[in-house]
């Protein structure tokens, strides 16, 4: 089979959270990811998702509640049920503050007013969060949305701050990120994990299952225009006693030009570690 091939059907199986959003919406990619303050919706073939973020404080190292109402395009509110269970949970919520340094993937839990969620976090900086919703209703396609919550940030990271970095250590581990060409705006991109124990061995089958998965990555364009949520393009655990290679193959479409902060959440050996990386998209030149 021919790469480009292969990458089409690797692009479909993997990045369909990230990806069906917008193109239901029948916008241009790059208007769909555009983020806007206070609330947003992507319209979708059936069902359209919207939502309204409560105001919140932020302080600094100390846990803050996000609630949020969600309700459709008749502002009936979306319960639960009303929802499709994506990688084991109802609703996955990415927080990131503007610097790009401080990331958390949460899992919103409704309360007892219909609609409404909510979740708690705990940031490790003041000022603003971004905000990046995954949800997908039983009558409708996944969809994405997007708001922010404290003092709003004048800038996000500026691109400068943000030096391609491949490699990075949590605890025992360190993980490389291997790549077989410069990443490409518009294009499909391996990006494989290399996982090693600190002794510098290859720390094979120490991965376990995580929310359906050996491997979450999360995308966040320097530009605060995009998040992209990919999944290994290899097989899916089949029971929570597998245990996953230390190569985990993800496929990257960025959209924008610059710098991408990518996070890796693995579970290894019961343990949940978040490994952040900067990769850079470019443009290509024929
Ligand atoms: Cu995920």
Not at 77 to 84: C, F, R, V
Not at 154 to 163: G, M, R, S, V
Not at 170 to 194: A, Q
Not at 224 to 239: F, I, Y
Request: aromatic content about 8%.
């Amino acid at each position: 089979m021919r790469y480009s091939m292969l990458a089409f059907a690797l692009f479909i199986s993997s990045t369909v959270v990230a990806h069906v959003g917008a193109a239901a919406a029948g916008v241009d990619e790059h208007e769909g990811h555009k983020m806007h303050q206070g609330s947003t919706s992507i319209t979708a073939n059936k069902t359209t998702l919207n939502w309204h973020v409560m105001p919140a404080n932020i302080e600094p190292h100390k846990p803050t509640t996000i609630t949020f109402h969600l309700f459709d395009g008749a502002q009936k509110p979306i319960s639960e049920k009303d929802l499709k269970e994506v990688h084991t949970k109802k609703l996955h919520l990415m927080v990131i503050d503007p610097s790009l340094s401080d990331y958390h993937h949460v899992h919103p839990v409704p309360t007892k007013n219909a609609g409404e969620y909510e979740v708690t976090f705990t940031p490790a900086r003041a000022g603003s969060y971004q905000l990046w919703l995954d949800a997908e209703p039983q009558n409708g396609q996944a969809q994405i949305l997007q708001s922010s919550i404290g003092v709003a940030a004048k800038t996000l990271a500026p691109n400068a701050a943000l030096l391609p970095s491949l490699q990075s250590t949590v605890g025992d581990y360190t993980m490389k990120l291997g790549l077989i060409k410069p990443m490409l705006v518009d294009d499909g991109n391996f990006v494989v994990t290399r996982l090693f124990h600190k002794d510098g061995k290859i720390a094979d089958n120490v991965l376990l299952p995580l929310m359906g998965a050996y491997a979450h990555g999360a995308c966040f364009s320097a530009n605060g225009m995009e998040r992209l949520h990919v999944h290994p393009a290899s097989k899916d655990p089949v029971s929570e006693k597998h245990r996953g290679s230390a190569s985990q193959p993800l496929l990257i479409t960025p959209t924008q030009e610059g710098m991408y902060k990518l996070f890796v959440q693995v579970n290894i050996e019961g343990k949940e570690h978040i490994f952040p990386f900067v990769l850079k998209a470019e443009k290509y030149k024929p």
